[in-house]
């Protein structure tokens, strides 16, 4: 990793908050929320949790500051957004692997102390195709122990795009938006685009060298979420909030 100073990653960590809440308006609801599903199911104070496809760590410094006897493992395939995260979150408590997630070794890169109590994802797991997705989940709930979690939170779809429910999630998510005000943020591309530009990060735009593959052609639908699941043997799957076309999904092993 680079030498970023914490202050720095912190602002183009906040920035990215931002700007990700012109998509999601409740999306600290949804962080609640997560840790509401941690704090009710988990068995023990001092969780280990996986945050899969962490990005620059937004969901892992609020489960850190909720959870104070907790570590987290964030495992992306961003050099970019890792490069962020570690010096933004600066914690003994955190640390991240770089590794791809539709890849078959991601779980054994993670080189756990033990078994974790819980995969959590938000706004991540939308990248993946169905077959990597199904792929995925069944990892998980192999590596988890009875009452082990998976929590999902994302704009995850009714069915195929353009039919009637699905358009009016969006709609409902979008009015959403235009009433809190946060559609006037910084979007995805104008976010990205000052991150290439600032000087900064300039080694860490670099590591990145263009990013990874992101095209979604089999996107799955939040009843294949669930459905997937529990063929993999999740005891219990299902949804838990929405607004929206936002949810969040829970696993229980």
Known sequence: ?????????????????RQQEHYMPDREQR???IGDVLDELGDRDDLLIVDLGVGPGTLSQRLLDRFPDACVVGVDADPLLLGLAEPALASPRFRTV??????????????????????????????????PLRAL??????ALKPGGLFVNGDHLYEGPSGT???ALGKSLTARRAA??????????????????RAPELADLVRARDGGFEHTVH??????????????AGFAEAGIVWQYGDDRIVVGIR
């Not at 089999?218 to 063929?231: E, I, M």
Request: aromatic share 12%; with cysteine.
């Open 179 to 196: 009433r809190q005000g946060t559609g006037d943020a910084e979007d995805w591309a104008a976010w990205w685009d000052a991150v290439n």
């Open 98 to 131: 770089n590794a791809d997630l539709r890849s078959e070794g991601w779980l054994d890169a993670l080189d756990l102390e033990r078994v974790p109590d819980a995969f959590v994802s938000t706004t991540a797991l939308h990248w993946m195709n169905r077959d």
């Open 137 to 142: 989940i069944k990892t998980c709930v192999q």
């Open 1 to 17: 990793m680079t030498g970023l100073d914490a202050a720095t990653a912190r602002y183009w960590l906040e920035r990215w908050d």
């Open 164 to 166: 009637g429910l699905d």
């Open 31 to 33: 962080f609640e929320v």
């Open 218 to 231: 089999d996107r799955p639908t939040v009843h294949d979420y669930v459905a997937f699941a529990r063929d």
